[in-house]
C-alpha cells in the first residue's frame, strides 16, 4: 500500500510540474495549458509569444486576444509581454464538477492578419473537499441467524474532488463482529460494504454503533465519517430481489415535471413484515435527489425537476428494496436524457470595427462565432445577412466568421448600415437568432467643391461707395467634417494687368464679394475675377468658378464743348454777312459727354440771344443758323447762349457763349474790325477777295465732313484690330487766301485729327483763322483728352 502511495505521489509531482511549464501543441491540435485550482491571481502560466511564433512586440501589433464561449474572464493577456497570467482563482468544482479532466476551451484572436489558433486550459484538482456522507448516522437491522460473510450495502460518501484526491477508501472502528470491504462501482467510485465476521447473538449484543471513517487519496487525506447504528433482529431468511438488475430507459428533455421515469420491481419471499419491501435510492447525490423522486411503495420514478441535455445526457441510479427484516437488494437504472431542439443558435461578438473608412476595400468589419448547445442535426447551423448590402459573410476554422466588405463604400451614398445577422439550425422546427449591427462610414475627402454656377455675372454701379456688397459665390462638398468645410480665395487674374487686388476682395467663409474701391465706367467698364474654393481636408481638394463683373454707367459727366473753347482767353467771333440767306449756318457748337448709353445723348437749346428769333440751334448736331433774312436794323454785335444737355437721369448740362458779328463782306488780305473798315468795306478790291474766300471756306467745310466721317470709319476698325488711326495734316492746306463771296463759315480753319490707339487719348485740332494783321480772336490749337470721346455727331473721336 505505502507503494502504491509513493507511486501516485511521484505521479503527481510529474503532473504539477507539467502544470507551470506547460504548453502543448502538435501539428492542428489545440494548445494546451495546466495550471492547479485556487492558484493566486496573476499566476503566470505561459508566454504566447514564443507559443504562436511571435516577437513580443508583435502580439500587441497584431490585436491579439482571448475569446471564450462563456465570456470567462479567467485569463489575462499582457500585450507587451505576451504572457499569459491567471485573471482570477479558479474553483474546478464549480467550473467542471465531476468531469475529470477539466478542460476550459478558448481561443486565441489575431486581427492583424486575422488568425485564429485553438487553446485549452487544463484545471488541475487540489485536495480541497473532505469526504461528506450525506447521513449522519446508518441504522440496520440484522438478524441474529446471518451467516458470517453476508454483506450489508452501505450509503458511500461523497468528494467533489476528482482524481488522486477522490475518495479511495473506508475503514470502520474496531469490534469483533464487522469489517469492510471496499468496492469499486466500475465508474471510478467505491462504495463501503459491511462484512459479518462472527454470528450474532441478540442475547449477548442487542445493538451496535460503530463509526465509518471515508478517506480520500489526498496528501495529505482528507477524511469523513458517520455512526453505523446495528440493530439484532429474529430471523428473516429471504433477501429481496429486482426483477432486472439493470434498467435503460431514455427520456425527451422537454419531459414535464411529474413525469414517470420507470418502475422497478423487487421481490420478496418472506412473509409478513419480513416480505414487504421499501424502495429507496442508493447512493444518490444530491443533484440525483434534486431530480427525481421514488414512490418507497411502487418503486415508481419521477422526475422532479426539469432536464436538460446541454447540462447532463446521462444519469445512473442506484436502487434499494429493503423488507422489513433488514434484508436488501439493489439494481441500477440508466437514464439516457434525448435531444430536442429547444436552444435556438448563440452568436458571441468578438470585435466590431465602426466606423470605417469610405473607399477601403476588404476591411474586415466584424469577428464573430456561433454555436448551438444542442446536438446532431439541432446543432448544424447556417449564418447569411441580408442580399442588398455591400458586405459577405466569410467562414473561418471553429464556426468562427469574419464580416467583410465586398466593394469600397462611398459615405456621400449611404452614410451608415444596419447589418442583421440571421443564424438559423437545421433541427425540427428550425429556430433562429438575429443580431443587428450598425456600421457607419467615416469621410474621405474624395468630393471637390463644386460651385452652384460654372460663371457668375455681377453688376454693380458705378461710383459705389467703398467694401459695397456686390454679390456672392456659393459652393457645396458633398463630403462631412472639416472636408466639406470650404473657404474661399480669388485667383491670379490671367490678366496681369489688371488690379486685382484694389478692385475686389472675397470673404473666405461665406463667399461674399465686396468692392474695394469706387468703380468708375469711363475708366473700367468691365473685369474678370477667378474665385477658387477649397475644402479643409488632407490632400485638400478646390475646384474654380468665373466671376465677370459689369461696371453699370452713372450719369457723372456732365457735356463738354469742344467748340468753341471757353479757356477764358479772347472770345471767339463768328463772322456774318447781311447777305445771308435764311438758314445760313454760322457755326457749330461741338461737345461730348464722357457716359455711355443715353447719359452720352447730348441736345442743344437757345437760352438766351441778343435778338431772338433772329438764330437758331439745331437740337441733335448743334448747328447755329439763322432763322430768317438780315436787315439794316440788326444790331452789328450779338451774343447767343447755347445749352448743352445729356439725356441722364438727373440729367447734366454745360453752356457756351457765342458771339456773332453782322458784316457787309470780307476784306482782302485781312479784316478789320467792323467798327475800324466800315469805310473800307466798301472798297471794290474787296468784293473780289470776298468771293475768294467763301470759295475757299465751302470747299474747306466740305473736306473737313469727309475728314469726320474718315475718323469715323478708322474708329471702328481700330476697335476691332487694336490699331490707331491718324488723318495726315497734308490733307487739309496749310493756308488759304479770303475772297468775296457766299459761304456757310465766317472764316477759313484748318483741322487736325489724330488718333492713337491703345493710349485712350485723342488729340482734336480746330482751324487756325488765317488773319495775319489781326490779333486772334479764336484760340488756334486746343486739345482734349479724354478716354471716350464724342463729338456732337454722335461718333466717337
Not at 494548445?31 to 508583435?58: I, K
Not at 490585436?63 to 462563456?70: A, K, L, Q
Not at 450474532?200 to 453505523?228: K, Y
Amino acid at each position: 500500500m505505502e507503494a502504491i502511495m509513493a507511486g501516485a505521489l511521484q505521479k503527481r509531482q510529474v503532473f504539477f510540474l507539467c502544470v507551470f511549464l506547460g504548453v502543448s501543441w502538435a501539428g492542428t491540435e489545440p494548445l494546451q495549458y495546466f495550471v492547479a485550482e485556487e492558484m493566486e491571481r496573476g499566476t503566470f502560466l505561459a508566454n504566447l509569444a514564443n507559443d504562436l511564433g511571435l516577437e513580443p512586440g508583435e502580439v500587441s501589433a497584431r490585436g491579439c486576444r482571448i475569446v471564450s464561449d462563456e465570456n470567462i474572464r479567467f485569463l489575462l493577456l499582457n500585450p507587451l509581454t505576451g504572457d499569459l497570467l491567471l485573471n482570477e482563482k479558479l474553483d474546478r468544482e464549480k467550473l467542471c464538477g465531476p468531469t475529470e479532466p477539466c478542460v476550459l476551451p478558448f481561443q486565441l484572436l489575431l486581427e492583424k492578419p486575422f488568425q485564429i489558433f485553438r487553446a485549452e486550459l487544463w484545471v488541475r484538482d487540489i485536495n480541497d473537499h473532505s469526504p461528506v456522507f450525506l447521513d449522519k448516522e446508518i441504522s440496520l437491522n440484522i438478524l441474529e441467524s446471518t451467516t458470517p460473510g453476508v454483506t450489508f450495502l452501505l450509503e458511500r460518501a461523497e468528494d467533489s474532488d476528482v482524481g488522486i484526491n477522490n475518495l479511495r477508501n473506508y475503514t470502520i472502528s474496531s469490534n469483533i463482529y464487522f469489517h469492510i470491504d471496499v468496492r469499486d462501482s466500475g465508474e471510478g467510485n467505491v462504495y463501503p460494504e459491511l462484512v459479518l465476521d462472527r454470528v450474532l447473538d441478540r442475547e449477548e449484543v442487542s445493538e451496535l454503533s460503530l463509526t465509518l471513517t471515508a478517506l480520500d487519496g489526498g496528501s495529505p487525506p482528507r477524511s469523513g465519517t458517520t455512526l453505523i447504528h446495528i440493530l439484532v433482529l429474529d430471523v428473516n431468511d429471504n433477501v429481496p430481489e429486482f426483477v432486472q438488475s439493470l434498467y435503460r430507459v431514455q427520456v425527451p428533455e422537454n419531459s414535464p415535471v411529474g413525469s414517470l421515469v420507470v418502475a422497478v420491481l423487487a421481490r420478496d419471499l418472506d412473509t409478513g413484515s419480513n416480505g414487504e419491501i421499501v424502495y429507496a435510492f442508493l447512493y444518490a447525490t444530491d443533484r440525483i435527489l434534486k431530480t427525481f423522486r421514488i414512490n418507497s411503495t411502487s418503486g415508481k420514478i419521477y422526475l422532479k425537476a426539469e432536464l436538460n441535455y446541454e447540462a447532463i445526457q446521462t444519469y445512473t441510479l442506484t436502487i434499494q428494496a429493503k423488507d422489513g427484516g433488514g434484508l436488501s437488494g439493489k439494481c441500477t437504472v440508466v437514464v439516457h436524457v434525448t435531444d430536442i431542439n429547444d436552444n435556438p443558435p448563440e452568436l458571441l461578438m468578438s470585435s466590431l470595427t465602426s466606423p470605417i473608412a469610405e473607399n477601403s476595400p476588404d476591411t474586415v468589419v466584424a469577428v464573430f462565432r456561433i454555436r448551438d448547445r444542442d446536438s446532431g442535426n439541432n446543432a448544424k447551423m447556417v449564418c447569411s445577412i441580408q442580399d442588398d448590402l455591400p458586405f459577405i459573410l466569410k467562414p473561418s476554422v471553429e464556426n468562427f466568421y469574419t464580416l467583410v466588405t465586398e466593394s469600397p463604400l462611398d459615405r456621400e451614398s449611404q452614410a451608415e448600415y444596419n447589418i442583421t445577422i440571421t443564424v438559423s439550425d437545421l433541427g425540427t422546427p428550425r429556430l433562429q437568432t438575429q443580431h443587428t449591427i450598425t456600421v457607419t462610414v467615416s469621410d474621405v475627402n474624395d468630393n471637390a467643391p463644386a460651385f452652384s454656377q460654372t460663371t457668375y455675372t455681377l453688376r454693380v454701379r458705378e461710383n459705389n461707395s467703398p467694401a459695397l456688397h456686390i454679390g456672392t459665390v456659393s459652393a457645396t462638398d458633398r463630403d462631412a467634417g472639416a472636408n466639406a468645410q470650404v473657404t474661399y480665395s480669388l485667383l491670379p487674374p490671367r490678366d496681369p494687368q489688371l488690379p486685382l487686388a484694389s478692385l475686389v476682395s472675397i470673404n473666405a467663409d461665406n463667399g461674399q464679394l465686396f468692392a474695394l474701391r469706387s468703380l468708375d465706367y469711363e475708366a473700367l467698364q468691365a473685369f474678370e475675377v477667378r474665385v477658387g474654393a477649397a475644402d479643409r481636408g488632407s490632400p485638400a481638394l478646390s475646384s474654380q468658378a468665373l466671376v465677370r463683373v459689369l461696371v453699370l454707367d452713372d450719369n457723372d459727366n456732365a457735356p463738354f464743348v469742344l467748340y468753341p473753347l471757353q479757356n477764358g482767353s479772347a472770345p471767339c467771333t463768328e463772322l456774318v454777312p447781311r447777305a445771308a440767306e435764311a438758314g445760313y449756318l454760322v457755326t457749330k457748337v461741338v461737345a461730348v459727354d464722357g457716359d455711355s448709353g443715353q447719359n452720352a445723348w447730348l441736345s442743344f437749346q437757345l437760352l438766351k440771344a441778343t435778338e431772338p428769333g433772329l438764330f437758331g440751334v439745331w437740337a441733335h448736331n448743334g448747328e447755329v443758323r439763322t432763322a430768317r433774312l438780315l436787315s439794316e436794323r440788326d444790331a452789328v454785335r450779338h451774343r447767343l447762349l447755347v445749352l448743352v444737355k445729356d439725356n441722364g437721369e438727373p440729367p447734366l448740362s454745360a453752356s457756351v457763349t457765342l458771339h456773332v458779328l453782322l458784316v457787309d463782306g470780307f476784306s482782302q488780305p485781312y479784316l478789320p474790325l467792323p467798327d475800324v473798315a466800315a469805310a473800307e468795306a466798301r472798297a471794290d478790291p474787296l468784293t473780289v477777295y470776298l468771293v475768294i474766300a467763301l470759295a475757299s471756306v465751302s470747299s474747306l467745310f466740305l473736306c473737313s465732313a469727309l475728314a469726320f466721317v474718315a475718323v469715323r470709319l478708322c474708329r471702328r476698325s481700330g476697335a476691332a484690330s487694336g490699331g490707331g488711326c491718324a488723318v495726315p495734316e497734308g490733307h487739309f492746306p496749310g493756308h488759304l487766301v479770303d475772297v468775296s463771296g457766299a459761304g456757310t463759315l465766317s472764316q477759313s480753319y484748318q483741322y487736325e485729327v489724330c488718333l492713337t490707339g491703345g493710349t485712350g487719348t485723342s488729340e482734336f485740332k480746330f482751324l487756325k483763322p488765317i488773319i495775319p494783321n489781326l490779333p486772334p480772336q479764336c484760340p488756334g490749337k486746343e486739345t482734349e483728352e479724354n478716354p471716350n470721346f464724342r463729338n456732337s455727331f454722335g461718333f466717337n473721336i
